[in-house]
């Protein structure tokens, strides 16, 4: 690729060498005609984050209603099964949006989201609310694999930043919603019951919004059905970017469309350097133990003095939630990479912080103080960049026909490790101690920054078709 000077993009190729990338030419604003099926589209986030945080404050009521107050196995099989069928559901949506496209495999996706709520609102039995916490899991699996990739290929390059980091936003959104929800449980044990079936409305309306919204631009090119994806430029941008986006399409694939990939392609040589760095970010953002700290928030609170849970989950929640906000209006000005290398540096600071308040005798008195700010602004850090940008990135540096599938394996990694980390944590934590473990998560946060420094390309400014023709060049 020849070298420009002027306005040229530097990034790094997968095997580490550097290439002078040019962006492309300037693009007028956005229609606006985008926003509204970005925001059909974060009914699915809403969902995700919502079925993430509704188990915690119903566990305990819910438990004495079915009979299994005493049975901790029983009810660490209530909390579990989301994980199980969350792995399921994320390696199922990418074959589906593959096959179906984007907006059909929404509105299928309502299926176990629907029938699972209404299975766990009505549950009368363990077995029951077992079955329907796992059909939610499939459900919200598929969704964590299709709403970043939809909103991806739907944005505008110029805001795409923006509005990819808005999934993680309204995930945040939606455990907070969870966690108001759970108030009136105090009064009414009986609440519960309520706080699944209420999920099926966004899920109804999920489906209704996706029949309304255009199907993904990008995956109409690949089947070929060239009308059909001008149609849908045209009703996302405006009619007076047609030609650009074809374009762009066309040029992606130097005039010719490859059929979808298999699972196999992914780990071609072709393919496997692109799709391992998107594999390595999700298992980073994991073993990094945002999990962990989330878990043991309240107790750290406690021994500062902030004796109400929720209290604990609003301010956990709160930093969350600000920490995204402020990542989405960074994220086309700052960039992918530099947002994820100050997250991971700050996480590992944090983490540091969080461990030496357990050990330090000379920090003693400020032992609860220093681990409130430490868990702080871990969660603050984290939300910076280790949260919303690799499910933003990911759908940018993988190439269309393997695209759904590669985000797919790459969220498949992210559910994994979340189930192996909560089955081994607490075994660690007895062995080793909070302090060393902390520690341990520290030192997983500065391989990520090595990593990252390394591997990650950037991404902001450049459409869709612009990355994968660099990326195709450097591998």
Not at 64 to 78: H, P, R, S, T, Y
Not at 247 to 253: P, V
Request: one cysteine or more.
């Amino acid at each position: 690729m020849s070298t420009l000077k002027a306005r040229s993009v530097q990034a790094r190729a997968s095997d580490g060498d550097l290439e002078n990338l040019v962006p492309s030419k300037p693009q007028g604003k956005s229609s606006g005609t985008v926003f509204p099926f970005v925001g059909v589209a974060c009914l699915g986030a809403i969902l995700f984050g919502y079925h993430l945080g509704v188990v915690n404050g119903a566990l305990e009521y819910l438990s004495k209603d079915l009979g299994i107050a005493e049975n901790a196995v029983l009810q660490g099989w209530v909390v579990s099964a989301l994980l199980a069928g969350a792995t399921v559901g994320s390696f199922t949506g990418g074959a589906l949006a593959d096959k179906f496209g984007r907006t059909r495999t929404f509105q299928l996706d309502v299926i176990p989201l629907a029938i699972g709520a209404f299975l766990c609102a009505t549950s009368q039995s363990v077995q029951t609310m077992i079955v329907g916490r796992y059909l939610l899991a499939v459900g919200i699996g598929i969704t964590s694999a299709i709403v970043p990739l939809y909103i991806s290929e739907i944005s505008p390059t110029e805001i795409r930043g923006a509005l990819g980091s808005v999934n993680q936003l309204f995930i945040c959104i939606g455990i907070l919603g969870a966690l108001v929800a759970g108030l009136p449980l105090a009064a009414n044990p009986l609440w519960w019951r309520t706080m699944f079936g209420v999920a099926i409305v966004p899920s109804v309306l999920l489906a209704l919004g996706m029949a309304a919204s255009p199907e993904s631009p990008r995956w109409l090119f690949q089947q070929g059905k060239i009308s059909e994806a001008e149609k849908a430029i045209k009703t996302l941008y405006g009619k007076e970017r047609v030609s650009e986006v074809m374009h762009d399409l066309t040029s992606a694939t130097q005039g010719s469309v490859e059929p979808e990939a298999g699972w196999f392609d992914l780990f071609s040589s072709r393919y496997w350097k692109v799709v391992s760095v998107g594999a390595a970010l999700f298992l980073f953002q994991q073993l990094a133990g945002i999990n962990a700290v989330v878990y043991y928030s309240t107790s750290v609170f406690r021994s500062a003095g902030i004796t109400s849970d929720v209290a604990a989950s609003a301010l956990v929640g709160a930093a969350n939630v600000f920490g995204t906000a402020v990542a989405s209006s960074l994220m086309d000005r700052q960039g992918r990479e530099s947002l994820l290398l100050i997250s991971f540096g700050g996480m590992a600071a944090s983490m540091l912080l969080l461990s030496l308040s357990f050990t330090w005798k000379v920090l003693a008195p400020y032992s609860g103080p220093l681990a409130v700010a430490g868990t702080v602004l871990y969660v603050l850090s984290f939300s910076l960049g280790a949260g919303p940008v690799p499910a933003l990135l990911l759908p940018e540096i993988f190439a269309s026909r393997i695209r759904a599938k590669a985000v797919s394996l790459s969220l498949g990694m992210h559910w994994i490790s979340n189930f192996v980390i909560g089955l081994y944590f607490l075994s660690f934590v007895t062995k080793f101690g909070i302090s060393s473990v902390y520690l341990g998560f520290a030192g997983v946060c500065l391989l990520a920054v090595l990593y990252i420094s390394g591997n990650v390309v950037e991404t902001k400014g450049r459409s869709l078709e612009e990355i994968e023709r660099a990326l195709s060049v450097s591998t």
